[in-house]
C-alpha cells in the first residue's frame, strides 16, 4: 500500500524549535515530489512548499520562505518540515502529501499523510 | 501568487440534491485545476484532477468542468456520506493555492 506516515502530534512553547516527519512507503520515494500543507484550526488549506528527494529541489512558498526549512532524507524515505523558533501562530495541522511521478509536475496531490499536530502555547 | 476563490463558502442540501460548487482563479490556470474533499480531522482526498479526470476509486456522481479561470465541481445526487469540506487547487504554478474551501452541510 503507498502511503505516507507522519509524526506524531507535539506541544512546544514560543522559541522553541521542531522537526516533523512523514515517511513515504509502498512507492518509489525518490520519483515524487513530497509538499507541506498547513491547515490552521477551522481555516482552509496553505500550500507551504515541496521537495523532490531524489536531488532535494526545495521550492518554498513566499509565505513561508525563512519561515519554515523543508528537507528529505532519500536514503530513509523520509521528508520534513522545520522551524527554528515557532509561534503561537504555527499551531496548525501540518500534512505532507505526494505528488508526480507517472502523472507529471502539474498533477495533484493524490497520497496525504494523516497530519501531525502542531501546538505551540505558553 | 494566483488567488483561488471559491463560492459559496457554506451550502445546505438534502440527500439527492445535484449541487455544484464554483471556483475561479485570478488568472488562467490552463487545464491544472484539482478538487479535494476532507471530512473532519481527516486529511484531504484527491477527488478530480485536470479540472475533469476522476481519481481512482472516486464515484461517478462527482464531475468536473470548467477552462481557464472559472471551474466547477458538481455531485449529481448527494449521498450522506458526501457531506464535508471541499477544495479547489490550481497546480499551475508555484505556490500551487488552494481556494478558502466550501462546506457541504445537510439540510
Known amino acids: 500500500e503507498e502511503q505516507l506516515v507522519q509524526s506524531g502530534a507535539e506541544m512546544k512553547k514560543p522559541g522553541e524549535s521542531l522537526k516533523i516527519s512523514c515517511k513515504g512507503s509502498?512507492?518509489?520515494?525518490?520519483?515524487?515530489?513530497i509538499g507541506w500543507v498547513r491547515q490552521m484550526p477551522g481555516k482552509g488549506l496553505e500550500w507551504m512548499g515541496i521537495?523532490?528527494?531524489?536531488?532535494?529541489?526545495?521550492r518554498y512558498s513566499p509565505s513561508f520562505q525563512g519561515q519554515v526549512t523543508i528537507s528529505a532524507d532519500k536514503s530513509i524515505n523520509t521528508a520534513y518540515l522545520q522551524w527554528s523558533s515557532l509561534k503561537a501562530s504555527d499551531t496548525a495541522t501540518y500534512y505532507c502529501?505526494?505528488?508526480?511521478?507517472?502523472?507529471?509536475?502539474?498533477?495533484?496531490?493524490?497520497?496525504w499523510g494523516q497530519g501531525t499536530m502542531v501546538t505551540v502555547s505558553s | 501568487d494566483i488567488q483561488m476563490t471559491q463560492s459559496p463558502s457554506s451550502l445546505s442540501a438534502s440527500v439527492g440534491d445535484r449541487v455544484t460548487i464554483t471556483c475561479r482563479a485570478s488568472q488562467t490556470i490552463s487545464g491544472y485545476l484539482n478538487w479535494y474533499q476532507q471530512k473532519p480531522g481527516k486529511a484531504p482526498k484527491l477527488l478530480i484532477y485536470?479540472?475533469?479526470s476522476l481519481q481512482s476509486g472516486v464515484p461517478s456522481r462527482f464531475s468536473g468542468s470548467g477552462s481557464g479561470t472559472d471551474f466547477t465541481l458538481t455531485i449529481s445526487s448527494l449521498q450522506p456520506e458526501d457531506f464535508a469540506t471541499y477544495h479547489c487547487?490550481?497546480?499551475?504554478?508555484?505556490?500551487?493555492?488552494f481556494g478558502q474551501g466550501t462546506k457541504l452541510e445537510i439540510k
Open positions: 509502498g512507492y518509489s520515494f525518490i520519483n515524487y515530489w
Open positions: 521537495i523532490y528527494p531524489s536531488d532535494s529541489d526545495t
Open positions: 487547487q490550481q497546480s499551475y504554478s508555484s505556490p500551487r493555492t
Open positions: 502529501a505526494r505528488f508526480g511521478g507517472s502523472s507529471g509536475w502539474y498533477s495533484g496531490f493524490d497520497i
Open positions: 485536470d479540472v475533469s
